[in-house]
């Protein structure tokens, strides 16, 4: 290894070293990139497994200015425990790398360690208060959207003053199917997320407004999974008209040898047994508590979920009802156009108080007509404030809360599930992208 590569990579574990001092609970997730030499970068760069520098640039701002490098060290693994890398997918990709820039120097900002300690410029300044009086959270995808809403002038400025590293290593978060390393690349910096959270609270200290800003991001990712297994519960198996390659139809594979002698015939089966989706229904609150950005983006990461790879059988339906102290509206999407017009111009309708009842007994209304014939469950998303039904259902019903929520009157029957509202907010709308 030439000396110039060899004293960068001790100038980057002198740069780990010095940040664990600072952040102890930070230890597992600092010695997870690997440094790579990599000529031609002006900073740091990573793809989640790889910390690539070029020896030229760390040993000139070693002399000049080591505290960048120990933020853009910090900056660069802060991404990685974000999932910034892995979530991209549509979103245009300049605005996307400047809104995971903001989330992680607010976060290095607020956690005001002295490795990595900086005066806040004005406009630093400006950005952060304003995000902070939106309180929609502070997240990247919150950011985007904000973002979204500037000029582009205003964009240039704020991605000068925010630009710490290379993410010309995320282009793979925006393929459908990440490759095998990059996927278990992911999934070990999960496990280092959730390492992560343990350790801040094995610490006992209390945590600054950057380390609690961390722990949440690290939970809502969290929390997405979760609500992903959890659907899975409501699917069933049946059989559906499906060539099945793995086993065959052992009348004909007898036959074979009896007229034939030594000539088995392999007839594959024609159905097999699938653990899918039949028919589902989805009520949403629409009261004037719950807020109706956060009502199309629940649905619309539900409906990205449910509509993935061998998730409904061939022929399904989902009811999707709004309701507050009584029904408002009751759209049935059975195919993909249904699917596409439900968002394109999707409004909410309510406003009132919350009554859960009238939902449960329009439902058992619609099994009774022969509506609904194979109803595999019902999802309720809302915020928790409400007149809860007293009758137990014959089905699978979950009711999904957002953040904090008082759970001693949700019916001990029901199944519920806490969500993290920033994180559904980290999802933009993908009715653009089916329909393209």
Same mark, same amino acid.
Request: hydrophobic residues 35%.
């Given at each position: 290894m030439p000396w110039e590569q060899e004293m960068s990579e001790k100038i980057l574990k002198f740069i780990q070293n010095e940040l664990y001092l600072d952040l102890r609970f930070l230890k597992g997730a600092l010695c997870a990139l690997t440094p790579k030499y990599m000529q031609g970068l002006s900073t740091l760069a990573t793809d989640g497994i790889h910390l690539g520098y070029d020896s030229e640039h760390i040993l000139?701002?070693?002399?000049?200015?080591?505290?960048?490098?120990?933020?853009?060290?910090?900056?660069?693994?802060?991404?990685?425990?974000?999932?910034?890398?892995?979530?991209?997918?549509?979103?245009?990709?300049?605005?996307?790398?400047?809104?995971?820039?903001?989330?992680?120097?607010?976060?290095?900002?607020?956690?005001?360690?002295? =490795?990595?300690?900086?005066?806040?410029? $004005? /406009?630093? !300044?400006?950005?952060?208060?304003?995000? *902070?009086?939106?309180? #929609?959270?502070?997240?990247?995808?919150?950011?985007?959207?904000?973002?979204q809403e500037k000029q582009e002038e205003k964009l240039l400025s704020l991605a000068r003053e925010f630009y710490t590293d290379d993410h010309r290593f995320w282009e793979y978060g925006k393929k459908e199917t990440p490759s095998p390393i990059m996927q278990q690349a992911k999934e070990n910096w999960d496990k280092i997320a959730?390492?992560?959270?343990?350790?801040?609270?094995?610490?006992?200290?209390?945590?600054?407004?950057?380390?609690?800003?961390?722990?949440?991001?690290?939970?809502?990712?969290? =929390?997405?999974?979760?609500?992903?297994? $959890? /659907?899975? !519960?409501?699917?069933?198996?049946?059989? *559906?008209?499906?060539? #099945?390659?793995?086993?065959?139809?052992?009348?004909?594979?007898?036959?074979?040898?009896?007229?034939?002698?030594?000539?088995?015939?392999?007839?594959?089966?024609?159905?097999?047994?699938?653990?899918?989706?039949?028919?589902?229904?989805?009520?949403?609150?629409?009261?004037?508590?719950?807020?109706?950005?956060?009502?199309?983006?629940?649905?619309?990461?539900?409906?990205?979920?449910?509509?993935?790879?061998?998730?409904?059988?061939?022929?399904?339906?989902?009811?999707?009802?709004?309701?507050?102290?009584?029904?408002?509206?009751?759209?049935?999407?059975?195919?993909e156009e249904d699917l596409h017009r439900l968002f394109l111009d999707f409004s909410i309708q309510g406003g009132g108080s919350t009554d859960f009842r009238p939902a449960f007994s329009y439902v058992e209304k619609l099994r009774q007509d022969g509506e609904i014939r194979n109803l595999g469950g019902l999802l309720y998303f809302t915020d928790g404030k409400g007149i809860y039904p007293e009758k137990k259902t014959d089905y699978k019903t979950a009711f999904l809360f957002l953040e904090d929520f008082d759970s001693k009157n949700v019916p001990p029957w029901a199944m519920r599930l806490q969500l993290e509202s920033e994180e559904f907010l980290n999802y933009e709308h993908q009715a653009g992208k089916r329909r393209d």
């Open positions: 000139r701002v070693f002399r000049q200015n080591s505290m960048f490098l120990n933020r853009a060290y910090l900056h660069t693994v802060l991404h990685c425990i974000y999932r910034h890398p892995w979530l991209t997918g549509s979103r245009e990709s300049k605005l996307w790398n400047l809104a995971c820039d903001i989330a992680v120097e607010y976060t290095i900002d607020k956690m005001d360690k002295p =490795s990595t300690k900086r005066i806040l410029s $004005f /406009l630093r !300044k400006e950005m952060y208060q304003e995000l *902070e009086q939106k309180k #929609n959270g502070i997240s990247a995808g919150v950011i985007y959207r904000i973002l959730r390492q992560t959270v343990m350790e801040q609270h094995r610490k006992g200290e209390d945590p600054k407004q950057g380390e609690e800003l961390l722990s949440s991001q690290i939970k809502a990712g969290r =929390s997405r999974r979760s609500y992903k297994d $959890f /659907l899975q !519960k409501f699917s069933v198996w049946q059989e *559906e008209m499906h060539c #099945n390659e793995d086993e065959f139809d052992l009348g004909f594979y007898s036959y074979g040898f009896k007229v034939y002698g030594n000539m088995p015939l392999i007839e594959p089966i024609e159905t097999r047994e699938e653990k899918k989706i039949r028919e589902f229904v989805i009520v949403v609150d629409t009261s004037y508590s719950t807020s109706g950005e956060l009502v199309e983006s629940f649905l619309q990461e539900t409906f990205q979920i449910l509509s993935q790879r061998n998730s409904f059988f061939a022929r399904s339906k989902i009811r999707v009802i709004q309701c507050d102290e009584r029904i408002q509206k009751d759209t049935v999407i059975e195919n």
